[in-house]
């Protein structure tokens, strides 16, 4: 018993380290060293009000898993896409959370964990899963807000962006269903409950539910609050812009000697919007092609891929799995959406 408690409290080591760094960071902001003063009105407006809806979003998201999870009711949210993941042998819970990825990715990743430490599907069926959801679900989620300010400010070029990353979204879902078929069993499915033991698991279900919820959020808050502003403090001192220089002007001159190229790809990296405005001025001005651009465009999303999953996704998957897992799943998601970029647009640039 005294065992079991004292590894069931191991998990907390990570975050207190997490949490001296991002205490120590602030400290040394308070300070002005390191060129970046904090002020209360930053720490209230930056830091504070920004996590606060993040931590609400989280909660929303991990409190709808869990009743998605407890009621039973991730066979009837997979039934639709039942065939392609009965073929893919991954079970419901990875259904579910691929029919709710079109809709919300913090609710998608709290259903495969919640499944994952209930036992319903293992590590690997998670990773592939995850994968999955993180392929043609992510593009459509983001595809409305994208789409009209792609095509009306960067023309032809953001057409050709759209289709690069639409086909490149589709090669990692088709990739993450190929290799679910390959390695998982051929039988990845849970037994069915008993009647006996759903009628037992209605009986607490609240209470359940409650408990759950208020363990699994403790630990988002742990992970997610120090994360998040460790994240902020080495953006606040440069480390974001480096990376996007260095990374930006490395790829615009091995691949694009064109000068105005290396612009459009530096500021994509930068800024979504404002890589756009660059494409279609200077598609305008004649001083690029559709095709250019396009490429462009897509480079500058490749420059901008990891540091933008370090700053906008790590803090929510570090609440969501653990630290370790969400390093995992982002490193490997995050690869595979730079290898797929790359093979789409490969045969485009030479080709077309």
Not at 49 to 67: C, D, E, K
Not at 255 to 268: H, Q, S, Y
Request: hydrophobic share 55%.
């Amino acid at each position: 018993m005294i065992e079991d408690k004292a590894k069931g409290k191991r998990w907390i080591a990570v975050p207190a380290i997490l949490s001296v760094l991002a205490a120590g960071g602030v400290v040394l902001g308070l300070m002005g060293v390191g060129g970046i003063s904090l002020t209360a009105h930053k720490i209230y407006n930056q830091i504070a009000m920004p996590l606060l809806r993040l931590l609400g979003y989280l909660a929303a998201g991990l409190l709808a898993g869990q009743v998605v999870e407890s009621l039973g009711w991730t066979a009837k949210l997979s039934r639709w896409l039942r065939p392609v993941i009965r073929w893919a042998r991954m079970g419901d819970a990875s259904g579910a959370a691929f029919t709710t990825s079109f809709i919300s990715g913090i609710l998608a990743n709290s259903l495969l964990m919640a499944a994952h430490q209930d036992g319903k599907i293992s590590r690997r069926e998670l990773v592939l899963a995850y994968l999955l959801d993180n392929g043609l679900p992510m593009f459509l989620v983001h595809l409305p807000t994208t789409f009209f300010i792609v095509i009306s400010v960067a023309g032809s070029a953001g057409f050709v962006y759209l289709v690069i990353t639409f086909l490149a979204a589709c090669v990692r879902t088709g990739a993450a269903l190929v290799s679910a078929r390959l390695m998982l069993p051929a039988d990845s499915r849970p037994p069915a409950a008993s009647g006996e033991d759903r009628m037992a698991a209605r009986e607490g279900i609240a209470a359940a539910i409650r408990k759950k919820f208020v363990d699994r959020f403790k630990r988002v808050v742990a992970y997610t609050l120090p994360i998040y502003v460790l994240v902020f403090l080495l953006n606040d001192w440069g480390l974001f812009q480096w990376l996007r220089a260095v990374t930006a002007r490395a790829i615009s001159t091995g691949f694009f000697p064109i000068e105005a190229a290396g612009m459009v790809v530096f500021a994509f990296a930068a800024e979504f919007s404002s890589g756009m405005a660059a494409a279609g001025a200077l598609l305008d001005a004649g001083t690029l092609t559709a095709k250019q651009g396009g490429l462009a465009l897509v480079a500058g999303t490749i420059v901008s891929t990891p540091i933008r999953a370090i700053r906008h996704q790590l803090p929510t998957h570090a609440g969501i799995f653990n630290f370790g897992l969400a390093s995992e799943l982002l490193a490997i998601s995050q690869g595979l959406r730079v290898l797929s970029l790359v093979l789409v647009a490969l045969p485009y640039a030479v080709w077309f």
